[in-house]
């Protein structure tokens, strides 16, 4: 045995590490970010912006003006107090910090894996309840096994990834209502959703909504944020190491989230792509298209493996599922702007000899 072998808590030795496929040279349509960058016409401006933030100096611990910004372009009730997290995943491990040891922590199944992931590196239980045929949650069953299991943390996606489905809103609020757990509503598709459960937090004192700016064009700055009660945050925000948003993350978003207008023009573009996307390809007879109110579609196909492999070999990478998952025969494709969405939609066709 190596000396790490010996050393390390056994646990970690089985956990796979998140796995990032190589994409250089590839067009990204594997992980929902947007293809916006920093816009031409604010280039200089913002660059000049960045120039007089102080790298020498530790950022402003509390990021006053960072969160006044976020609170601008997500709406977000002054009653309600905000914590900032190096992207979500970061909260999420936050979260999952707050926890005992023998506590367990619950979402559905198919969703986003860091829940279970990060229940693994805090030493945590994790139990997923499996959603229906439609990816919607079962209420009857979901309650029973909350009941039974009793968890800590139920984190709920929604929309959900990788299903990019919106679960039932009644269903939803109903496991608020009957759980004693913290319930965290993640919202990371907030702007291509019809709804959200912002203003529901005033009414559950164990809700907390959880978003990110990563999936509306800044997934490189890392910048999160669990919006909950006051009471709520000031004991979270114990847990938070003290300098998490660093000096450029905090400028570099100041600037660029001012420009709601531009932001929530890109999020139009990006769901009127969606529909056309959602179309195009249910008109191949070989795929399935979900509904989604994500910025992505998931799409179950006969050799979902094969269509994955050679839409690489087409310059273009989109999100397979491993063998072994319930997901093994779908695909999951960000939406992009109509020049990308295009090029896959060339490339499916060629797959399917069209
Ligand atoms: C992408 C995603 C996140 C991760 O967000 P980061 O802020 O980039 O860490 C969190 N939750 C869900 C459901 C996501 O799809």
Redesign the pocket.
């Known amino acids: 045995m190596t000396f790490i072998e010996k050393w390390l808590r056994s646990d970690i030795k089985n956990i796979n590490a998140y796995h990032v496929p190589e994409s250089k040279n590839l067009l990204k349509l594997d ?2 970010e947007s293809p916006f960058g920093v816009p031409s016409d604010l280039k200089e401006e913002f660059l000049e912006y960045i120039d007089k933030a102080e790298v020498n100096r530790y950022p402003d611990a509390a990021s006053t003006q960072l969160k006044d910004t976020l609170r601008d372009l997500m709406d977000i009730p002054e009653e309600y107090k905000v914590l900032l ?1 190096n ?4 909260l ?1 491990q936050l979260l999952a910090l707050a926890c005992n040891e023998d506590d367990l922590i619950m979402s559905f199944e198919p ?2 894996v ?1 829940y279970e992931m990060v229940s693994k590196y805090a030493h945590l239980r994790y139990q997923g309840i499996q959603l229906d045929s439609n990816f919607d949650i079962n209420l009857r069953k979901s309650i029973e096994a909350i009941k039974n299991k009793n968890p800590k943390l139920i984190f709920i ?1 929604y929309p ?2 990788p299903t990019g489905n919106a679960f039932d809103y009644d269903a939803i609020i109903e496991i608020i209502k009957t759980s004693d757990a913290l319930v965290v509503l ?1 919202e ?2 907030y702007a291509y959703s019809d709804r959200s459960f912002l203003s529901e937090i005033s009414n559950f004192s164990n809700l907390v909504v ?1 978003r ?4 509306i064009g800044f ?1 490189g700055l ?3 944020l669990l919006i909950g009660s006051e009471e709520t945050i000031n004991q979270l925000n114990k847990l938070r190491l003290p300098y998490n948003i660093n000096v450029l993350t905090q400028a570099s978003a100041n600037f660029l989230l001012q420009d709601k207008e531009r932001i929530v023009k890109n999020a139009e573009v990006l769901i009127e792509e969606r529909q056309r996307l959602f179309e195009e390809l249910s008109l191949f007879t070989q795929l399935k298209v979900f509904p989604s109110q994500t910025n992505f579609l998931l799409v179950r196909c006969e050799n979902a493996d094969s269509l994955h492999s050679a839409l690489i070999t087409n310059g273009i990478l989109v999100k397979g599922f491993s063998p072994d998952s319930a997901l093994s025969n779908f695909i999951r494709i960000s939406i992009s702007e109509p020049i990308e969405n295009n090029a896959l939609l060339e490339a499916v066709k060629e797959y399917y000899g069209e």
Not at 87 to 90: K, R, V
Not at 212 to 215: A, E, H, L, N, Q
Request: aromatic share 8%.
């Open positions: 992980a929902m997290g992207g979500s995943d970061e999420i969703s986003f860091m996606a959900n990834n993640d990371a598709y959880l990110t700016i990563s999936k997934a890392r910048l999160g």
